[in-house]
């Protein structure tokens, strides 16, 4: 198991969607996340020691593997995990992305 922790293996503010948005955008995670995936079957991301992830980096990271890069829910249900030790509503908001990009896939909307 690789294990990734956000704040040191990627970046000190994880912040946006796009790439326009900096080096710290969940695109830019996302890609890191996919080329994990490649090397390692399964990850877990530390997102500890920074409190203020955001629904669209959150959302382009982790709902993005499904919209974007073509995994399903029940892949990323085997190979990924994640924590965040201090705030738990993190953790919710992850599951709850991915959750909807599921949805969205199973109903054709990607």
């Known amino acids: 198991m690789k294990i990734i922790h956000v704040i040191t293996d990627f970046h000190p503010k994880p912040y946006g969607r796009y790439?326009?948005?900096?080096?710290?955008?969940?695109?830019?995670?996302?890609?890191?996340?996919?080329?994990?995936?490649?090397?390692?079957?399964?990850?877990?991301?530390?997102?500890?020691?920074?409190n203020?992830?955001?629904?669209?980096?959150?959302?382009?990271?982790?709902?993005?593997?499904?919209?974007e890069e073509g995994f399903t829910?029940?892949?990323l249900n085997e190979r990924l995990s994640y924590e965040h030790k201090d705030v738990k509503s993190i953790e919710n908001l992850i599951a709850e992305r991915i959750d909807a990009a599921e949805r969205d896939r199973l109903s054709g909307n990607i």
């Open 19 to 50: 790439k326009e948005d900096g080096k710290g955008a969940g695109v830019y995670f996302r890609a890191l996340l996919v080329k994990e995936f490649e090397n390692s079957d399964s990850l877990k991301v530390v997102l500890t020691g920074y």
């Open 52 to 67: 203020r992830y955001g629904r669209s980096f959150i959302d382009e990271a982790f709902g993005g593997l499904i919209r």
């Open 73 to 75: 829910k029940a892949q």
